[in-house]
């Protein structure tokens, strides 16, 4: 079993920049992807970021360009770089792990844009 804890969220400017963290602890070998997804509310849980393993990423279209994942395995934590945020992105986001037949995730974090 997996357990996620994500941080790193809280209150910031429209144009400003956040970083995220989520700290993976457990059967942590068994992790294949981890990614990031967040909720607004009234709206549907949307893919923001995902990076394999072996450090390949994805991005949701809304964020390229302006959102980086990172992972760094040794500490088992996957890491979300937002700049140039969005009111519209304000939401809780989630840190997500893969293993074989299931994903976990973590309670979420408040990312809150002040406009």
């Known amino acids: 079993q997996v357990q996620l804890v994500e941080s790193g969220g809280g209150l910031v400017q429209a144009g400003g920049s956040l970083r995220l963290s989520c700290a993976a602890s457990?059967?942590?070998?068994?992790?294949?992807?981890m990614g990031w997804y967040r909720q607004a509310p009234g709206k549907q849980r949307e893919s923001v970021a995902s990076?394999?393993?072996?450090?390949?990423?994805t991005y949701g279209d809304s964020v390229k360009g302006r959102f980086t994942v990172s992972r760094d395995n040794a500490k088992n934590t996957v890491y979300l770089q937002m700049n140039s945020l969005l009111p519209e992105e304000a939401a809780v986001y989630y840190c997500?792990?893969?293993?074989?037949?299931?994903?976990?995730w973590g309670p979420g974090t408040q990312v809150t844009v002040s406009s």
């Open positions: 990076i394999t393993k072996g450090g390949s990423s």
């Open positions: 457990g059967s942590i070998f068994s992790i294949s992807t």
């Open positions: 997500t792990g893969v293993t074989p037949g299931r994903r976990s």
